[in-house]
């Protein structure tokens, strides 16, 4: 009877980091199953959109795939300590732990192998095309604008060789039809018109200046797409590389018998 009382402690610990340990491996099954899902696509969506919108969900995918990866790990930890601590306690196992830990090291064998190669794989590719897509996306806007640049340099320059234009500019400032805001502009305008008469190359010189500062503000965002996707490639590949070592190594221990050994509850005769 003492010695009945003696394991009741072992027992309702061990039970209690089974239940944990199980708790959080299935709700952690749970949401990589929900993960998994694709999101709708819209009948109108172009294929470019389709294809951005898949980037972009496998990238979230498997970034939580690897942020949440330790959640089972944890899991798994418990479980195999409650099994531990029946082993030490002198518990026999029951039939269906058998079960339980066949399966906590299959499904621990397979997060290795997930997290060793296609997790940081998909990863770190999406993260890849997200970012070229970026950068296309940042010299497309810099092609514009510096296409805007050109065109209006274009339309001051013939404005500038058009004195009827410039005589109805002044008429117009003159006439006081024009007030407020309105006239702010055109006198700004005008006297813009005049100093640029006055000196031809200071158009020239602001046109490059502010192709200048787009070419480096360019630079400045790729850089920084660069970088980000350096980082983001690094921190998730390191990650993913430990998830991997440290599932395949419960794996390992467990068949092995180097966690979760126990003594099996005798069948009866």
Do not use: C, H
């Not at 709700?27 to 470019?48: G, H, K």
């Not at 899991?75 to 029946?86: K, N, Q």
């Not at 018998?257 to 005798?266: D, E, F, L, T, V």
């Amino acid at each position: 009877m003492k010695a009945t009382n003696s394991r009741q402690p072992s027992s309702i610990t061990s039970n209690i980091l089974k239940v944990v340990g199980l708790i959080l491996i299935l709700s952690s099954l749970i949401d990589y199953a929900v993960l998994l899902i694709p999101p709708a696509t819209p009948s109108n969506a172009v294929p470019e959109q389709v294809q951005l919108g898949f980037l972009q969900w496998q990238q979230n995918v498997t970034f939580q795939l690897i942020n949440q990866g330790v959640i089972p790990m944890v899991g798994l930890a418990f479980l195999f300590a409650g099994f531990w601590v029946d082993s030490n306690s002198g518990a026999a196992r029951k039939g269906w732990e058998d079960i339980v830990r066949i399966g906590a090291l299959a499904l621990a064998g397979l997060l290795g192998l997930a997290f060793l190669l296609p997790v940081p794989i998909l990863n770190i590719n999406s993260l890849r095309l997200l970012n070229n897509q970026a950068v296309a996306q940042i010299n497309q806007r810099a092609t514009q604008v510096e296409t805007q640049i050109a065109s209006q340099s274009q339309q001051v320059s013939s404005l500038l060789q058009d004195e009827k234009k410039l005589t109805e500019l002044d008429q117009a400032i003159k006439s006081g039809q024009v007030q407020g805001e309105q006239l702010a502009r055109l006198q700004s305008l005008k006297d813009q018109l005049q100093r640029l008469k006055q000196d031809p190359k200071a158009l020239n010189q602001q046109v490059d200046a502010a192709k200048t500062q787009l070419r480096g503000g360019k630079q400045e965002a790729q850089k920084q797409a660069e970088s980000q996707f350096l980082r983001s490639s690094i921190k998730n590949g390191l990650s993913s590389l430990l998830l991997a070592i440290g599932y395949l190594a419960i794996a390992a221990l467990g068949l092995t018998g180097g966690i979760g050994g126990g003594r099996r509850k005798a069948q009866p005769r």
